[in-house]
């Protein structure tokens, strides 16, 4: 059992950067497969990028400007957001997974209750 707490989210002009963070409770969380997914109003729940080991994958619409990582001895997943457009608007969620299947949500079988990230034009 794994529990997701998300944190970091806000108000931001476009250009602007946010750092998201994910803590986790639970044990072997280095084991997992941790993911970030958005979702804006209106809009299903779309993947953002995934990190398990030293392999990261991301969405194409943030490749260059978002950056994923984890502290194992933390717990803890993070997400960097550089440059950050209105079209990113949406409740970030953070995610774990045992299995090997990276970009569709329902393989997920944890999720933190998400955190809302707001770009203004």
């Known amino acids: 059992q794994v529990q997701l707490v998300e944190s970091g989210g806000g108000f931001v002009q476009a250009g602007g950067s946010l750092r998201l963070s994910c803590a986790a409770s639970?044990?072997?969380?280095?084991?997992?497969?941790m993911g970030w997914f958005r979702q804006a109003p209106g809009k299903e729940r779309e993947f953002v990028a995934s990190?398990?080991?030293?392999?990261?994958d991301y969405v194409d619409s943030v490749k260059g400007r978002f950056t994923i990582s984890r502290d194992n001895a933390k717990n803890t997943l993070y997400l960097q957001m550089n440059n950050l457009k209105p079209e990113d608007t949406a409740v970030y969620y953070c995610?774990?997974?045992?299995?090997?299947?990276?970009?569709?949500?329902?393989?997920?079988?944890?999720w933190g209750q998400g955190t809302q990230v707001t770009v203004s034009s």
């Open positions: 990190t398990k080991w030293s392999i990261v």
């Open positions: 639970g044990r072997s969380f280095s084991t997992y497969r």
């Open positions: 995610a774990a997974t045992m299995g090997n299947v990276n970009r569709a949500a329902r393989f997920y079988d944890y």
